[in-house]
């Protein structure tokens, strides 16, 4: 094995090793969840030179300036207030979803008028409209990090893969005998999940289009699907009120997860793939252990439905947002409710992270959106203007531009 670079990653932070084994070009990662401003980086140093082969004495001083770049990068301090820059009336009908490309430089926005429109986040200039479904577009999803293609799912039954650049339709998949209503892309952007109100989820080959598995064993609508950083497994949540881990390369189940006593909205992995946060109209958010399936906490206090929930880049923290209008923020590994985020006056469908873990933010009912310190609970900020129900919100990667989606049929950029 030859190393050839190094690539830095600032969220989560880590060092991505670029070598080459047999002549063949390979890459492996150095997580460093747990890094924060005070750590020690000689130790750090030590222990990669212990575990990793690859760094040897004459890279170690590389190996340190990374990670010093790392810390400086998570020791910035986060005090910037957000203008709404600009207001783009994106669609005849309401939307239904909004979404970032990685480094925030698009977004798309999907819509009841049956299409998907792709935009300049700096101009604000539409650049595409994704138009050939026969029904509401309700799921769209880029392939970050990669950004080039981007799938949306349907209440036609169908889903279609669309080159970024052109617009233009790559393949429509067809199989589902229910709308469908949530997708994801592999972080490695060779398979694409979907998931139905026909109890089923489907594994499709990207560049085919071709069926590669259909899992099957929900009793409800599956509403949630997310795949693990390895893209080896994905989950499916569902109003059966369970969520089952699958397989991707056998299309078998792994494991599910029972225990909820009401129907699921949401389920996520942590980065490492260690953890699964669910969270459920039952009003709590579960902590699962990925490998064996067991639930290993329940984290209570909301007081109606959770309806989102979300980790930090790290998987250090987890956030949930209720429809008893509050948001909660949980230690990952003590499970102790460490804030309780208060203000808004209708309840809360939407919750996440920015990429630096420092700040959060909710979508609510109440036309507004907020941004929140997540380790206080204290409010910095209320994005106002909006004349209807905020039913999204992203940062992009820097997390210095934010995306509204309301159904006052208007999408709002932050910077």
């Not at 190393?3 to 090793?17: D, Q, S, T, V």
């Not at 071709?210 to 699907?225: C, D, K, M, W, Y």
């Not at 942590?270 to 490998?291: H, V």
Request: net charge negative; glycine share 6%.
């Amino acid at each position: 094995m030859r190393l050839k670079r190094f690539l830095l990653r600032y969220y989560p932070p880590g060092i991505i090793l670029e070598y080459e084994q047999s002549n063949v070009l390979k890459t492996k990662s150095i997580d460093l969840l747990d890094l924060k401003a005070d750590t020690d980086i000689n130790s750090i140093v030590e222990e990669i030179v212990k575990r990793e082969p690859l760094i040897t004495a004459t890279k170690v001083d590389k190996v340190k300036e990374l990670i010093e770049r790392l810390q400086e990068k998570i020791s910035q301090q986060d005090d910037k207030r957000f203008y709404l820059f600009k207001v783009l009336r994106a669609h005849i009908l309401p939307s239904t979803y909004v979404a970032f490309n990685k480094s925030g430089s698009m977004f798309i926005t999907a819509s009841y008028d049956r299409t998907c429109k792709v935009w300049d986040t700096a101009s604000g200039e539409e650049l595409h409209t994704l138009e050939g479904h026969k029904n509401v577009v309700y799921a769209i999803a880029f392939n970050n990090p990669y950004g080039d293609k981007i799938a949306t799912g349907s209440f036609d039954k169908t889903a279609c893969i669309w080159s970024t650049e052109r617009g233009t339709c790559y393949h429509t998949l067809r199989g589902h005998t229910g709308e469908v209503v949530c997708l994801a892309f592999n972080p490695q952007s060779t398979v694409l999940v979907t998931g139905s109100m026909d109890h089923t989820a489907k594994l499709w080959d990207i560049v085919s289009g071709s069926e590669i598995a259909s899992l099957h064993g929900h009793t409800g609508e599956i509403i949630s699907v997310s795949f693990n950083t390895r893209g080896d497994q994905v989950i499916t949540a569902s109003f059966d009120r369970t969520v089952a881990i699958w397989d991707v390369r056998t299309g078998d189940k792994i494991h599910t997860l029972i225990g909820h006593t009401a129907e699921v909205s949401s389920a996520q992995f942590n980065w490492d793939c260690s953890r699964i946060a669910t969270g459920s109209m039952d009003k709590t958010c579960k902590l699962w252990d990925a490998l064996s399936g067991e639930c290993v906490a329940t984290l209570r206090g909301h007081e109606d439905e959770v309806l989102d929930v979300v980790f930090d880049s790290t998987g250090q923290y987890i956030a949930t947002a209720s429809a008893d209008k509050t948001g909660r923020v949980y230690d990952a590994l003590s499970n102790l409710c460490i804030a309780t985020l208060t203000g808004h006056q209708a309840e809360i469908s939407k919750i996440a992270f920015n990429p630096q873990g420092n700040r959060l933010i909710t979508a609510s009912a109440d036309k507004t959106a907020r941004i929140w310190d997540p380790l206080s609970g204290e409010c910095k900020q209320i994005l106002e203007g909006h004349t209807d129900e905020i039913f999204s919100c992203a940062f992009n990667y820097e997390g210095n531009t934010i995306i509204t989606g309301s159904k006052d049929n208007t999408c709002r950029i932050w910077r």
